[in-house]
């Protein structure tokens, strides 16, 4: 594997293990942060493999960010909203967030945003940028050969079969 693939893997690596030692450090410890973090890692795998599939680099490099902003974020929030709630974010967190009105959201954001969100917000744009950077440095060859893209899309495949008999994807309602 030669070190361009090694470089986008870790751009998308690296948030999801910090974002999981956060969630570590900053709660007890239980099973379904553990499950949560080999979903986030089989979704970066996805995100990933879905760009051997894009045959023009600039719109590869635009898939990978619009894939990383999307990630990122849904990794900050969850973790902020697991770190304040200690429970997983699901369709009925959803449901509230959508029913709430502008006093509230400026009520909830005053009671839980705290120092170590702030924190974690600085660390997060950091490694943020750092990925986009990254991303935009990104040059790999296109995969031409229609067998090696079967192989990709039957990986994907697993992966998505993995996570649904195994009901990790419950982890990640947003996904």
């Known amino acids: 594997m030669d070190k361009e693939k090694i470089r986008l893997g870790l751009v998308f690596i690296i948030p999801t293990i910090l974002f999981f ?20 890692l089989l979704f970066t795998a996805v995100i990933i493999l879905v760009s051997f599939f894009v045959n023009n680099l600039s719109l590869k490099k635009t898939y990978l960010k619009l894939g990383y902003i999307l990630f ?5 929030f969850e973790s902020i909203y697991y770190y304040n ?10 449901f509230v967030i959508l029913e709430t009105n502008t006093i509230e959201a400026k009520e909830f954001l005053f009671s839980y945003f705290n120092k170590v969100t702030i924190l974690l917000l600085i660390l997060f ?42 009901k990790l994807i419950v982890y990640n309602v947003p996904y």
């Open 72 to 76: 990122c974020f849904c990794l900050f």
């Open 21 to 40: 030692l956060f969630e570590l450090i900053s709660a007890k410890f239980i099973i379904n942060r553990f499950y949560n973090f080999v979903e986030n």
């Open 125 to 166: 744009i950091i490694i943020f940028v750092f990925g986009l950077f990254q991303i935009n440095k990104y040059k790999t060859e296109i995969i031409n050969l229609k067998f090696r893209k079967l192989k990709i899309i039957g990986v994907i495949f697993f992966i998505f079969l993995f996570l649904k008999i195994t």
């Open 85 to 94: 709630f200690e429970t997983i974010f699901s369709s009925s967190a959803i």
